[in-house]
């Protein structure tokens, strides 16, 4: 036996000496190079490759350099392509455009007609249940008025059917939808209207007035929203979304998010603002910030008045287009009051819908009073779309950061004037203003609003132009971002106002390995090319979930 082992025991010993240098030869994971980085650090540095070990960036310089150092498992030769950092969206509906993507697709449909026929192509591949859409908008109507029912309760007598607009802030339900919600003419709600004309109901509802019927419809299966988050998922990451996040949702969707990351069906990381409910303060409150690498509790999400395309942005003069309507606040000020002295005292996070001038006048005083000064909560105002000029200092004064959506000046400028009138139009959208505040600033979609892509983002904050390429000049151009300003609006910024600019939004030794590659570079092409811009790969903690085919 001995013998035995005396002859063998060389052979087994080279094999172990092959096995630790083999072990020894890799000590990285991925080695990206030939690249143009925009590492979006501090200084705003370029580089040509960087390493990634673990899920994390290990190191990043110049290819020559890092190749001697580092033997990764996977080597990926950009070809001279940027890469950045993986985009983040500071405000979205993640899990609602999931669920807009199981339900009546309405976006860009150019007339009630149109839409009724959409319903009922809906309504003959899925035989059951109600019949839900979104997207509508009668500001790109030929008739620019809220539709009427009667074509609906024709069609569908006793089908439920609620069809919202694309700002999710007006809605119109067929009578049987209303019939199960109990809602009657003459009837009132705070926040709210619901339509009447000669004293019956046209099935309009706004802002306050949906959720009646909203309430009414069933809870989707299990299936149905895993569905929802995967098909979401899919298309963000197309688009080079590494972080979204998701503004409004209820406590209970916290423990599905993260059962989904958990068994890998979710990677998208994920910053979670829970919806103004007292059950949802209940649970943040007694559980304290949840954190996890893929997803972030620590922000309440709400809503001090409508959207300016269903007048319900609360305006401090009236409408330019109805006369003696302001619109309205969804709550009482002493609301709004009662939750921004809980959260300050508390050290959450308040991320406040504001439109009108009214609204954001509002909510700023309310915040200035909670926060006193000089603070590092990092409070947001959702949107900060229409802000009186004597009102903007607030936000630099008490650390209130304008968490913006570019592609809403460019979807609203056709008709933005006709709700506001000049005057009150040309301080509107004012993003560049805004930034001047604090130094930075958070940017968005808002999607299913608007359309997913970051890089429509990015074009509309520095061009100001629609997708084809209107107006020529730009929208309020004075307003516009400058390119550097844009992409750190959607990566670092928008990682800072969620508190995690230590961990993601730049291509730095210790953040997570989270980039995207782009089949032109974003900072250098024509303004008119920018929204042609394709993304080749997106990595997501130094793994590849997306590339283009």
């Known amino acids: 036996m001995f013998k035995k082992l005396k002859k063998t025991w060389p052979l087994l010993l080279c094999i172990a000496i092959a096995s630790c240098q083999q072990k020894q030869e890799y000590n990285a994971d991925l080695l ?19 390493v990634v070990s673990g899920g994390k960036i290990i190191a990043v310089g110049g290819a020559d350099t890092l190749e001697k150092k580092y033997m990764a498992r996977q080597v990926v ?44 192509a809906f309504a003959k591949r899925n035989t059951e ?15 620019k008025e809220y539709p009427n029912k ?55 509802l706004v802002d306050n007035a949906v959720r009646l019927v909203e309430h009414k419809i069933p809870a989707p299966t299990e299936g149905i929203v895993q569905e929802a988050f995967t098909d979401a ?71 001090a008045d409508g959207a300016l395309g269903s007048r319900g942005a609360c305006l401090l003069k009236p409408y330019a287009d109805k006369p003696g309507w302001s619109g309205f606040l969804l709550s009482s000020q002493k609301h709004f009051e009662d939750i921004a002295t809980k959260l300050a005292s508390k050290g959450f996070q308040m991320c406040t819908h504001a439109i009108g001038d009214s609204a954001n006048r509002v909510m700023l005083k309310i915040y200035a009073k909670a926060l006193k000064g000089k603070n590092n909560l990092r409070w947001r105002i959702e949107h900060s779309q229409i802000v009186s000029p004597e009102d903007v200092k607030m936000f630099g004064d008490n650390s209130i950061i304008p968490s913006v959506q570019p592609t809403h000046a460019t979807s609203d400028m056709y008709w933005a004037g006709q709700r506001l009138g000049a005057q009150r139009l040309k301080t509107a959208y004012a993003y560049k203003a805004l930034l001047k505040q604090n130094g930075w600033m958070p940017l968005g979609t808002d999607f299913p609003v608007e359309n997913i892509n970051p890089l429509y983002t990015f074009y509309a904050a520095t061009e100001r132009r629609d997708l084809k390429g209107f107006p020529p000049n730009g929208f309020q151009k004075e307003n516009a971002l400058d390119r550097t300003e844009a992409l750190r609006g959607m990566t670092i910024w928008a990682a800072k106002a969620n508190f995690e600019e230590k961990e993601k939004g730049s291509i730095e030794v210790g953040k997570f390995a989270d980039f995207v590659i782009l089949d032109q570079d974003i900072m250098k092409v024509k303004g008119d090319e920018l929204p042609k811009v394709k993304v080749m790969k997106t990595y997501v903690n130094g793994e590849k979930v997306y590339e283009k085919k």
């Open 233 to 303: 998922q899919r298309n963000c990451f197309a688009v080079g979304l590494t972080t979204v996040d998701d503004c409004g949702l209820p406590y209970t969707m916290v423990n599905t998010i993260a059962q989904l990351q958990h068994k890998g069906a979710l990677k998208m990381r994920m910053y979670v603002m829970l919806s103004d409910a007292p059950e949802n303060y209940e649970y943040l409150f007694k559980r304290g910030v949840y954190k996890t690498p893929g997803l972030d509790v620590r922000a309440f999400k709400v809503y």
């Open 32 to 50: 990206i190079k030939n690249a143009v980085v925009y590492t979006v650090d501090s200084n705003f540095t370029t580089a040509s490759a960087f």
């Open 77 to 120: 030769d950009a070809g001279g392509k940027a890469v950045y950092p993986g985009f983040i969206d500071g405000h979205a509906h993640f899990y609602e455009y999931g669920m807009s993507l199981q339900e009546v697709h309405l976006e860009g449909t150019q007339s009630w007609p149109e839409i009724v026929d959409s319903v009922q």
């Open 129 to 143: 249940g109600w019949i839900i859409g979104r997207g509508w908008d009668q500001n790109d109507w030929k008739v």
């Open 150 to 204: 009667a074509k609906l309760d024709s069609l569908f007598p006793v089908r439920p059917i609620l069809l919202s607009r694309v700002d999710g802030h007006g809605a119109i339900a067929n009578q049987a939808a209303l019939n199960i919600a109990g809602i009657k003419p003459g009837q009132t709600i705070a926040g709210g209207q619901i339509e009447t004309v000669n004293g019956k109901l046209t099935g309009v």
